[in-house]
């Protein structure tokens, strides 16, 4: 009886791909902000003349 009420071990396995897909989506994101939409608003220069 208790086999049958201990969760499937292959549930942490889902919960971990979740997990590394969210990482990975928000790494994606951060580094096509950094290497496409920065270089079209490139920082303002400072004039010290």
Same mark, same amino acid.
């Given at each position: 009886? !208790? +086999? %049958? &009420?201990? /969760?499937?071990?292959?549930?942490? +396995?889902g919960v971990? !791909? $979740?997990? +590394? $897909? *969210? *990482?990975?989506?928000?790494? +994606?994101? %951060?580094?096509? !902000? =950094?290497? *496409?939409? &920065? @270089? /079209?608003?490139? @920082? =303002?220069? =400072? #004039?010290? #003349?």
């Amino acid at each position: 009886m !208790l +086999l %049958a &009420r201990m /969760q499937p071990w292959h549930w942490w +396995l889902g919960v971990g !791909l $979740t997990g +590394l $897909t *969210v *990482v990975s989506g928000i790494g +994606l994101f %951060a580094g096509y !902000l =950094k290497n *496409v939409v &920065r @270089p /079209q608003y490139p @920082p =303002k220069q =400072k #004039d010290d #003349d």
